[in-house]
T-cell receptor, first 112, second 112 residues
Framework: DAGVIQSPRHEVTEMGQEVTLRCKPISGHNSLFWYRQTMMRGLELLIYFNNNVPIDDSGMPEDRFSAKMPNASFSTLKIQPSEPRDSAVYFC??????????FGSGTQLSVL | DQQVKQNSPSLSVQEGRISILNCDYTNSMFDYFLWYKKYPAEGPTFLISISSIKDKNEDGRFTVFLNKSAKHLSLHIVPSQPGDSAVYFCAASATGTYKYIFGTGTRLKVLA
């Protein structure tokens, strides 16, 4: 299995632009998580999907952030408009049942 | 409110010696704890876990100790190797929940 696949690996954009991050979970995993890593807060949970349904989005910082999971093999995290304080590494992770989380390699986002 | 705390941002250890990474938690409902290891430009990968019914779990060079009364766990690496140099994240969850709450990480550097 290829593991959790995220794209792009790096994204550099200007303030105010729309940013879309993509994730393909491991086949057969029914849970998907979006995390953001910062120095100050470590790995923060942004949103959790179970069987493609958003269960908890309380970690999404603002209305500028939105996430979708149209099917079991694809999810997006969108930031519109982006701001410099959104600069961070964004990770997608998936899990089967109560098993441990498997993370993708992350997207390094820089908003100038 | 940081429910999982890793108070040491960094640690340096000589090759062959013991590395001890610490983690404290505040939520008494947490009953499952994990350690993840992260290399630069990669996603976190699972290292070792422990259930609250145990106070120790060992896997090769890695041992996790849990002190429930102190709400403290630690990861011991013996002997430490240069390839262990990475960021280590502690995570906790409660039975019946989907959330893993992560700490801010400790950067371990093993000196050759």
């Amino acid at each position: 299995d290829a593991g959790v696949i995220q794209s792009p690996r790096h994204e550099v954009t200007e303030m105010g632009q729309e940013v879309t991050l993509r994730c393909k979970p491991i086949s057969g995993h029914n849970s998907l998580f979006w995390y953001r890593q910062t120095m100050m807060r470590g790995l923060e949970l942004l949103i959790y999907f179970n069987n493609n349904v958003p269960i908890d989005d309380s970690g999404m910082p603002e209305d500028r952030f939105s996430a979708k999971m149209p099917n079991a093999s694809f999810s997006t995290l969108k930031i519109q408009p982006s701001e410099p304080r959104d600069s961070a590494v964004y990770f997608c992770a998936s899990r089967a049942g109560d098993e441990k989380l498997f993370f993708g390699s992350g997207t390094q986002l820089s908003v100038l | 409110d940081q429910q999982v705390k890793q108070n040491s941002p960094s640690l340096s250890v000589q090759e062959g010696r013991i590395s001890i990474l610490n983690c404290d938690y505040t939520n008494s409902m947490f009953d499952y704890f994990l350690w993840y290891k992260k290399y630069p430009a990669e996603g976190p990968t699972f290292l070792i876990s422990i259930s609250s019914i145990k106070d120790k779990n060992e896997d090769g060079r890695f041992t996790v100790f849990l002190n429930k009364s102190a709400k403290h766990l630690s990861l011991h690496i013996v002997p430490s190797q240069p390839g262990d140099s990475a960021v280590y994240f502690c995570a906790a969850s409660a039975t019946g929940t989907y959330k893993y709450i992560f700490g801010t990480g400790t950067r371990l550097k093993v000196l050759a």
